[in-house]
């Protein structure tokens, strides 16, 4: 099953390039201390809890960057049976439609194909995390004030990925013999944003059922 997954989530199905850490800083450490609890096997409702005597927004970037990198790698696995024909509207459902608004192109909330939500939605986490105001890279370097309500904005986004690929693509998760993995992504997911309280309750409806088996 190890050598299947890995065919599965390898780094040619990635969606975009991962966004890594510098070795020797203290976010480093940090991924390196969420990981290692992770791959431990511990509990995943204490693996999220922000460990003694750590800002708490040096633990939500952390997640925040290791979140988009699994979510994009998850997409990516599903992406090829994710069309302009297969799926003309980013949804999750035919009761929950998810539309696009940018400071840009997109000012108003628009109705796109799911594969172009995606890759807006990819490009635009990609530069938030990148900028320096908003995640900065050096020790001493200040947050911004509004870095938790950005963080939610991103959360919530990605949560959507989530929702759709579950209720759209899962056939194809199925298939890899990727539910195990997708599954756990998910979990850590829900646990951490429920645990620091970044995404609005309202936009966890739609996996509403499938997270009170999986999450209880």
């Known amino acids: 099953m190890a050598t299947k997954l890995n065919k599965v989530f390898n780094k040619d199905k990635t969606f975009r390039p991962k966004r890594k850490f510098e070795p020797g800083t203290q976010r480093f450490d940090l991924h ?24 708490s927004n040096d633990w939500i970037a952390v997640h925040v960057v290791d979140f988009f990198n699994r979510v994009n790698l998850i997409y990516g696995t599903v992406s090829e049976f994710c069309t302009v024909q297969s799926c003309p509207v980013m949804s999750g459902g035919p009761r929950y439609e998810y539309r696009w608004q940018d400071d840009h192109v997109y000012r108003r909330p628009t109705a796109l194909p799911a594969p172009h939500y995606m890759s807006l939605l990819m490009d635009w986490i990609e530069a938030q995390i ?8 050096n020790t001493g370097v200040p947050f911004p004030k509004n870095f938790q309500q950005v963080c ?16 759209h693509h ?13 599954n756990t992504c998910y979990k850590h997911f829900y646990y951490f944003v429920i645990e620091f309280s970044l ?10 059922e499938m997270t009170e088996r999986m999450c209880h």
């Open 199 to 208: 995404v609005d309750q309202r936009e966890l409806v739609p996996l509403k």
């Open 152 to 167: 939610k904005k991103i959360l919530t986004r990605l949560f959507r990925v989530f929702v759709h690929v579950y209720i």
């Open 130 to 137: 990148n900028n320096e105001e908003i995640f900065p890279t």
């Open 32 to 55: 390196k201390l969420a990981q290692a609890s992770l791959n431990a096997g511990l509990d995943l409702k204490s693996v999220v809890q922000l460990p003694s005597g750590e800002d």
């Open 170 to 182: 899962f056939d194809r998760v199925l298939a890899m013999g990727a539910e195990a993995h997708v």
